[in-house]
């Protein structure tokens, strides 16, 4: 039997680390979570590839909004995925569109190349395809390994119904990996309904400053994203008792 994988969205070094301690599998490693999740800083890449044995997969996205991008843009994500390969990281994670709403596989194959031997994972641009069923199969045509999908709803339990026939469809040839609202009071119920293996969660929570001292004029909320270590520790526990 194919052992359940769980990856985790982190957002800083310490959701990382928290990651790796819990028993997560993979780290998608992210900036800007109000944007949906950007490019992180090379600095951040290193120093969490130094900091944790599990797998890293940095998302590759210059800005947030729409995922169709100009040939600058386009220029910029090589230099991102050449970044990453250099830093030592397992594989990375973006996703192109063409503005009639298929998959960009040819500016997409290019990148697969170009992270080669590196692992790719096609985010959830998936979601805002056409035609996912068309958008499957132009998605293992580039050569990427997985799809992170809800199944085109706002949630993956909400779409476990297309995650389920996606599963079937791709028939071992690319993983599909549910994400979003994934926890640890759902992840069985999903599993079974879709027949997934691998498991995408934030798992996050928001941590109160630190600071001593908070000034009164400031109206600003300086809390931070952070991953929730029981959160995923549970989840970690529920796929193993699946298997």
């Known amino acids: 039997m194919e052992k359940n994988i769980l990856e985790i969205c982190c957002f800083n070094l310490d959701s990382a680390r928290i990651a790796a301690d819990a028993g997560a599998d993979r780290v998608e490693l992210c900036a800007d979570p109000a944007g949906g999740g950007t490019t992180p800083g090379i600095g951040l890449i290193k120093t969490v590839r130094k900091k944790i ?7 590759i996205r210059v800005r947030g909004g729409d995922f169709l991008f100009s040939e600058e843009e386009f220029e910029i994500m090589l230099h991102e995925v050449e970044a990453c390969k250099s830093a030592g ?3 990375v994670v973006f996703g192109m569109l063409l503005p009639d709403g298929r998959v960009d596989k040819n500016h997409s194959a290019i990148l697969v190349e170009k992270a080669y031997p590196m692992g790719v994972s096609f985010h959830r641009a998936f979601d805002w395809t056409r035609n ?28 476990a119904a297309l995650i389920r026939d996606l599963v079937s469809q791709a028939d071992g ?17 999903l599993k ?51 298997n």
């Open 53 to 59: 044995s599990i797998e890293l997969y940095p998302i």
């Open 173 to 189: 040839r690319i993983q599909i990996m549910p994400g979003s609202g994934v926890r640890a009071a759902n992840i069985t119920d």
């Open 132 to 159: 996912p069923f068309e958008a499957l199969e132009d998605i293992i045509e580039t050569g990427c390994e997985r799809i992170l999908t809800s199944g085109q709803q706002p949630t993956a339990i909400l779409g």
């Open 192 to 242: 079974k309904e879709t027949r997934a293996t691998h498991f995408h969660s934030s798992a996050r929570i928001q941590k109160k400053s630190s600071m001593e001292f908070i000034s009164p004029f400031m109206d600003e909320d300086q809390s931070a994203v952070m991953a929730d270590r029981h959160e995923i520790e549970q989840m970690v526990i529920q796929l193993s008792l699946e």
């Open 89 to 91: 990281c397992d594989g």
